[in-house]
Every structure is written in structure tokens, then in C-alpha cells.
């Protein structure tokens, strides 16, 4: 596959991809709806929760937190996590306003 040319597009529409990307794994979203659920949250619990393996949860963790979705904190021996709700309300806002913008243009 070739080199996307990222640089062709604007900054909102390169960021909305990123985030696309990310939340386009089934295993991320259902990640997201249980810690989104929880005061906090041990990796452990996760993996209980979903049924994926703990290095597969920890990769999947590790997608989110790179888009900065999810906070994680080391307790011990044990890491909590935590939705982020400064980028979480920025994300919603992003997609509210790109999906706000389409205009009803049925063929």
C-alpha cells in the first residue's frame, strides 16, 4: 500500500481519520463503553469484561490512550484507566461538527 498524502488535507480532516481509525475496532469501542461506565477501572477488570486476552486488551489500551482518550494511572502493581473528558468532550464536538455539516443531498 502506498503513502497516504496526509498533507493534502487539512488538520480537522487528518485528526477525525486518526480518531476514525482508532475507533473503527469493535474491541476498542466496547473498551470504551465499559471504562466510560466505571469510577475507575484495572486492566485486569477489562479483560474479564470483554474476553480478549490481557496482551491483545493491553495493545487496544495502548491505540486509545495514543489519541489521548483514555488516562491510565500505575497503582501498585496494577494500572487504572480512566476515560480523559477534556479530549472525550473535544472528539464528540469534532464528530457532532462533521456530522452536522452534511447537507441532505439524496440522489
Given at each position: 500500500?502506498?503513502?497516504?498524502?496526509?498533507?493534502?488535507?487539512?488538520?480537522?480532516?487528518?485528526?477525525?481519520a486518526v480518531i476514525f481509525k482508532v475507533l473503527s475496532?469493535?474491541?476498542?469501542?466496547?473498551?470504551?463503553?465499559?471504562?466510560?461506565?466505571?469510577?475507575?477501572?484495572?486492566?485486569?477488570?477489562?479483560?474479564?469484561?470483554?474476553?480478549?486476552?490481557?496482551?491483545?486488551?493491553?495493545?487496544?489500551?495502548?491505540?486509545?490512550?495514543?489519541?489521548?482518550?483514555?488516562?491510565?494511572?500505575?497503582?501498585?502493581?496494577?494500572?487504572?484507566?480512566?476515560?480523559?473528558?477534556?479530549?472525550?468532550?473535544?472528539?464528540?464536538?469534532?464528530?457532532?461538527?462533521?456530522?452536522?455539516?452534511?447537507?441532505?443531498?439524496?440522489?
Amino acid at each position: 500500500m502506498g503513502i497516504t498524502k496526509t498533507q493534502i488535507f487539512n488538520a480537522e480532516q487528518n485528526e477525525l481519520a486518526v480518531i476514525f481509525k482508532v475507533l473503527s475496532n469493535p474491541a476498542r469501542i466496547a473498551i470504551l463503553q465499559y471504562i466510560s461506565q466505571q469510577d475507575a477501572c484495572i486492566c485486569n477488570d477489562i479483560v474479564d469484561e470483554i474476553g480478549l486476552a490481557q496482551p491483545t486488551i493491553s495493545q487496544h489500551l495502548k491505540e486509545l490512550k495514543s489519541i489521548d482518550l483514555i488516562r491510565g494511572e500505575i497503582e501498585g502493581k496494577t494500572v487504572c484507566y480512566c476515560i480523559h473528558l477534556p479530549k472525550w468532550t473535544a472528539v464528540q464536538a469534532s464528530l457532532n461538527s462533521f456530522f452536522d455539516t452534511t447537507k441532505s443531498n439524496c440522489c
